[in-house]
């Protein structure tokens, strides 16, 4: 039997990637999309093995939400980064400081 | 869902009803008839009122098995965001004229993210609480890019990542909050903090820093902040009226109720971390708004100042103290309408207001105009008589209540320091001289619907007794 | 009560309609709308007023609108409608809507009509909230507003400088006034917890029992407080020492001179007194000052009115010498006939000044006495109502000066209180001096060979300007007769319990008419007549005979006993070198330097280092928020 805590340290591992992704990626935006779906999918292993351990459905359920929500998300970041590829040419996260100071 | 429920849910089944109407009407109808997706929202949302008011004066119901509440301050909220979704769907008319094939897509996420808000202000569930405020934060980040230009596309992008990163500190927040209260729903976990043994206390904690990130981010408090000065730039002005206005009621309110409620075991906590939150908002808003000649940026700092004197309200943990955050937010979401509605009137056809500059001798271009923004200033400054300076009389005598004069001290010379930008604003607009003094020309329904926005703020700031007392009531009962 | 409410609200919409929107709607429909909105406030005035007087209503003190409240303090809009403020309020309108009308013809080459009626009926609004209130702070706010109108109407015609400067020292004047007074209602509200009428009246009693110690001599609190808000009366009713802004106050346009110099806000003081006489009744020290300082300027304000050439400085020193009365007359308890006294003044002045008003029109602008003489026959109906009006300002019997006048003074000859026998010889001798200053200037303008540069063309002014001279008149002349049993004899009286009554004389109007034949004030009153006529129409070289001879004193009086020489070398040379002093060192040093510029260079310098850490870059800001949740995180754990 796998202990909880190891549950939590794989999760917060994740999310701490997924913040360091988010922090060190100069270059990609879709890279930074991943990164946003790593967050969601740590929390997603948290509220698993919560609900497993403690035996209450309700930590299965919100993950269900939270899959549709991210699907949403990502749709919409997609069509944004769509947007600015036509506008600049680039996804370059390092070109995206017009809008500064 | 029983019949009980159903008339509970009454406004915000009509938005969302509506917002489904938008969307065939907008597939079938062609560009021309534009028009009439922008009336079907304004009169879904004047019906909403109605219904809204209806439920004034109700006693505190639960529907949806308790996920979703309605008491007074939801019913009084829920008004207000509906005021401002009308006032702002107003202030996008000239927008609507000019880019008629945005109209449907507009008006649709428009409601959606109105539905959004108002479904915030009644959550009483870790569920519903988050899918609601994805409700309201989607249809934002795709608003902020619907011109699809490049600065709309980058304000989108960065709103979009920062957003759904806030969100996911808030998920895993409240995954830990979860974890140690085997609960979702805000009563029970109220009930099961108590009696937490230490380690779980501890994870719990973690839990509510990690929330009180996510809902800061919502704010716009520093330092989660500094997503608002870049889109507030980018976006499209009729946006950033509802952006900057209505989510901010609707977080609120979200706001006490999760914390004055659930989170009640550690007030002493959480106190102190919106008490820093709050200088730090107030301190680094007024004074990097000092230096901004971009009037969105400028009022975009400003908004962080402001949340900060807000949240002073809200952290005295008294129902005084809450009913002052909540006047204070009422005339906030105002005072940001007005502010930015103004911008769009002052603008017309080939002329977008956005520095100082531009607004330089609009006295002589349009003395009316240049008195509502003077009236718009002088409350955002807090200067009498107008809403603002009473929203602040009413955090700062809440923070005096509870002995914490320092904090009250601090506020006010934040305060005095802000006078400075809102007032080099009326400078600008009465004292300095205009290369062109063309008088300017503006569509009478944007001038109607600022003058009757500002006449609001200075009606207000003359008898706010009965807003005050409608606030006082939601909290002391 | 809706009755007040719309008299207040009348004035008030349209001095902002007519303010705000002057322009588009041009000059006439502005003064019409203006003149109708007193008009009917008079109207409504005069239904309260038959209300409470004839059919008895018994008096109203209410909270309207509660405006904020803030732990005890209750800032409140409320109103206090009894039999006095009723009559005030009569008053008030009756003048202001006559000097509406009267101003369409003196106002009428003026270009900027619209803001002179559209500052009048606010003054108008602003008296009559001061009139209603029932707590200080409304009492306050009408306070100032009808000052802020006072010194806005003087400076009316800001082109000229001496306006300029007239509105700015009445500004200042007032300043000081206002502040003791202001600190007087801090001092009620710290010892009372509230800022009512009422509230203070019912402490009034224990507050006279309290005793503090003030710059080392135990004082009542009462008399201090009572003291405190007697400055700002004094400030308002141009009282020695504070009178030096009334005759200055000329300057405006002369309607004004006779609404709010004259005829109402210079009374509020008067006012004030009378409203609180609960408290003055119970602090005699107050009530002795309040009487020597009104006996005091009625003298001697009385006595520079001989030496003016201005036909309206003329009639000013009078207003501050009848002022002088009125206050005299409330320090003498004798609140019922300084009221009363005010009352009638009201009228004659205001009839005194319109005249005057006339005369300077039909001159085209003179005031100088020494170019006038001779105009009784030129200007027929303003002479016989300047008549008028001097007959009841020197209190011929039976007009209605007499009686208010003789009330006073057979009030303070009754008392005996400290100062009361210097008060009754002051009051007593400047009826001497009234009948000569008033008499002089009735000769000098109307009688005396002509001086007029172009007589041929000097005619009878509009109907506009005469007719409110006509109305005027009749109660110059009658409403002493009228109201001298309702107001003074009767007991109880028309003013019922809003005051404090404690003087009855127990004649009938007709017998005290005669009997004033056997008192010294009526044969010291015809003796001024005859001095007048004496020096002015019989032997006009007499006057110059006595400034050669009497230089000195000639001098002092022109030189109005220096209080603007006093004034200028004490608080405006004083003043400047203490500021010279603040700003040579403190401001410039300390402040500007230390102060200002260096938080200003500091904020400066943390809103560019805000600005930097706002890159524009993605991944810095999620570090700055990573950075922020670890700190909260940290420190909470």
Request: net charge neutral; glycine share 6%; proline share 4%.
């Amino acid at each position: 039997m796998i202990s909880l805590s190891a549950f939590l340290w794989i999760s917060s591992l994740l999310f701490a990637i997924g913040i360091a992704g988010m922090i060190i990626n100069r270059h990609n935006l879709v890279v930074l999309l991943m990164c946003i779906e790593l967050l969601l999918l740590s929390v997603n292993t948290n509220f698993v093995a919560f609900s497993h351990y403690l035996n209450n459905i309700d930590g299965k359920i919100f993950v269900f939400f939270i899959l549709a929500v991210a699907a949403a998300e990502t749709a919409v970041g997609l069509a944004i980064l769509m947007v600015l590829y036509r506008q600049r040419g680039t996804i370059e996260i390092d070109k995206m400081d017009v809008l500064n100071g | 869902m029983n019949i009980v429920d159903f008339h509970i849910l009454l406004p915000e089944i009509l938005v969302l009803a509506m917002a489904a109407l938008v969307l065939v009407i907008g597939l079938f109808s062609g560009r021309k008839q534009s028009s009439i997706s922008y009336t079907l929202s304004q009169i879904s949302l004047l019906i909403s009122v109605v219904f809204v008011w209806n439920q004034i004066g109700m006693p505190t119901l639960y529907a949806l098995h308790n996920m979703f509440i309605l008491d007074a301050a939801t019913t009084l909220s829920k008004l207000m965001i509906l005021i401002c979704a009308i006032f702002s769907l107003a202030y996008a008319k000239p927008f609507f004229n000019e880019n008629p094939e945005k109209t449907h897509d507009y008006c649709l996420l428009f409601l959606f993210s109105v539905s959004g808000m108002m479904m915030l202000v009644s959550s009483n569930h870790l569920i519903p609480m988050y899918l609601s405020l994805e409700l309201l934060s989607l249809p934002l980040y795709a608003l902020v890019t619907i011109q699809r230009t490049g600065m709309n596309a980058e304000a989108g992008m960065k709103y979009f990542a920062m957003g759904a990163f806030a969100s996911a500190l808030l998920l895993y927040g409240i995954s830990l909050v979860y974890g140690a209260t085997a609960s979702l729903s805000l009563s029970t976990i109220a009930n099961s903090l108590q009696l937490l043994q230490t380690q779980y206390s501890t994870m719990a904690l973690i839990g509510l820093v990690f929330i009180v990130a996510g809902l800061a981010f919502k704010f716009g408090a520093a330092p989660f902040h500094q997503w608002s000065p870049d889109i507030y730039q980018g976006a499209p002005t009729p946006v950033i009226t509802l952006l900057g206005s209505a989510p901010k009621i609707a977080v609120l309110i979200m706001a006490i109720r999760l914390f004055s409620q659930s989170f009640v075991t550690f007030a002493a906590h959480w106190q102190m971390i919106w008490i820093a939150v709050a200088i730090a908002s107030m301190a680094l808003g007024n004074i990097a708004a000092i230096i901004q000649n971009n009037l969105r940026r400028m009022l975009a700092y400003s908004s962080i100042a402001h949340m900060g004197y807000m949240l002073l309200g809200f952290v005295t943990q008294t129902p005084g103290g809450n009913a002052a955050a909540l006047f204070y937010v009422f005339a906030y979401a105002l005072m940001t309408l007005a502010g930015f509605g103004a911008l769009i009137v002052a603008s017309n056809q080939g002329f977008e207001v956005e520095n100082i500059e531009d607004l330089r001798g609009l006295n002589s271009r349009s003395p009316w105009i240049a008195f509502m923004i003077l009236i718009v200033m002088f409350s955002l400054a807090g200067i009498p008589p107008s809403v603002g300076f009473f929203a602040k009389v009413g955090v700062l005598e809440a923070v005096m209540s509870v002995h914490m004069t320092w904090l009250a001290v601090l506020a006010l010379i934040f305060a005095i320091i802000g006078c400075y930008y809102y007032i080099r604003v009326v400078k600008a607009m009465y004292f300095e001289p205009v290369e062109d003094a063309s008088p300017l020309y503006s569509s009478w329904g944007g001038k109607v619907i600022l003058s009757l926005n500002s006449l609001i703020i200075l009606l207000l700031g003359i008898f706010p007794s009965s807003l005050i007392d409608l606030c006082r009531a939601v909290y002391f009962s | 009560m809706t009755y007040a409410l719309y008299i207040l609200l009348f004035p008030l919409f349209a001095g902002s309609l007519v303010g705000i929107f002057g322009k588009p709607l041009r000059a006439l429909p502005s003064q019409l709308l203006t003149t109708l909105g007193v008009a009917i406030s008079f109207i409504l005035s005069a239904i309260l007023f038959y209300q409470f007087i004839f059919l008895n209503h018994a008096p109203i003190n209410q909270v309207l609108y509660s405006w904020a409240v803030a732990d005890q303090l209750h800032l409140n809009i409320g109103f206090m409608i009894d039999r006095l403020s009723v009559m005030m309020a009569l008053v008030v309108t009756f003048v202001s809507l006559l000097v509406h009308i009267y101003s369409f013809g003196y106002m009428y080459d003026d270009p900027s009509k619209q803001r002179f009626f559209s500052y009048i009926s606010l003054f108008t609004f602003m008296m009559l909230a001061l009139i209603f209130a029932n707590n200080f702070l409304l009492l306050f706010f009408g306070w100032e507003g009808v000052g802020l109108m006072s010194y806005l109407l003087i400076g009316f015609w800001f082109q000229k400088d001496s306006a300029n400067a007239a509105s700015m020292k009445a500004f200042l004047v007032n300043r000081i006034a206002d502040f003791l007074f202001l600190v007087g209602i801090a001092g009620v509200f710290a010892y009372t917890h509230s800022l009512e009428f009422s509230q203070a009246f019912i402490a009034a009693p224990s507050l006279a029992q309290t005793s503090i110690t003030l710059f080392g001599h135990p004082a009542s609190v009462l008399t201090v407080l009572c003291l405190l808000i007697f400055c700002g009366a004094m400030g308002k009713s141009a009282q020695m020492p504070l009178h030096v802004w009334l005759p200055e106050s000329m300057e405006g346009p002369t309607p004004i001179s006779a609404l709010i110099h004259a005829a109402t806000m210079v009374t509020a003081g008067i006012y004030l007194v009378a409203r609180l006489s609960p408290m003055y009744q119970l602090s005699p020290t107050a009530l002795s000052v309040v009487m020597i300082i009104g006996a005091t300027s009625a003298l001697f304000m009385g006595i520079l009115g001989l030496v003016q050439t201005d036909i309206k400085r003329v009639v000013a020193y009078s207003t501050l010498s009848q002022l002088g009365y009125m206050m005299a007359g409330a320090g003498a308890s004798a609140y019922a006939a300084s009221i009363f006294h005010l009352f009638t003044h009201a009228c004659f002045k205001a009839l005194l000044f319109l005249a005057a008003g006339s005369v300077i029109i039909a001159l085209h602008h003179e005031q100088d006495m020494r170019k006038m003489g001779g105009l009784a026959r030129k200007l027929p109906i303003t002479y016989i109502t300047f008549l008028c009006g001097a007959l009841a300002l020197i209190a011929l019997p039976p007009t209605s000066g007499f009686y208010s006048k003789d009330s006073i003074i057979d009030a303070v000859q009754q008392l005996n209180a400290v100062g009361s026998s210097y008060t009754y010889w002051c009051l007593t001798l400047g009826v001497f001096i009234t009948a000569l200053y008033t008499f002089r200037c009735f000769f000098l303008v109307f009688h005396t060979p002509t001086r007029v540069d172009d007589p041929a063309h000097v005619h009878e002014t509009s109907s506009t300007m005469w007719i409110p001279l006509i109305i005027l008149a009749i109660p110059s002349l009658a409403l002493g007769y009228l109201l001298f049993k309702p107001l003074i004899i009767d007991s109880p009286s028309w003013f019922g319990n809003s005051i404090v009554a404690n003087h009855a004389a127990l004649q009938t109007a007709a017998a005290m008419a005669l009997d004033s034949l056997s008192h010294l004030p009526f044969w010291l009153m015809l003796a001024g007549v005859f001095t007048a006529w004496l020096c002015y129409v019989r032997f006009p070289k007499l006057p110059t005979w006595f400034a050669t001879r009497l230089s000195l004193i000639y001098i002092v009086l022109v030189d109005k006993y220096g209080f603007d020489r006093l004034n200028d070398f004490v608080f405006v040379k004083g003043t400047r070198k203490l500021s010279q002093f603040f700003f040579a060192i403190v401001d410039v040093k300390v402040i500007d330097e230390g102060a200002v510029h260096g938080s200003g260079k500091l904020i400066a310098y943390l809103s560019q280092w805000a600005r930097k850490l706002q890159s524009g870059y993605l991944y810095q800001y999620v570090l700055v928020m990573i950075l922020g949740l670890l700190v909260l995180l940290f420190w909470q754990i």
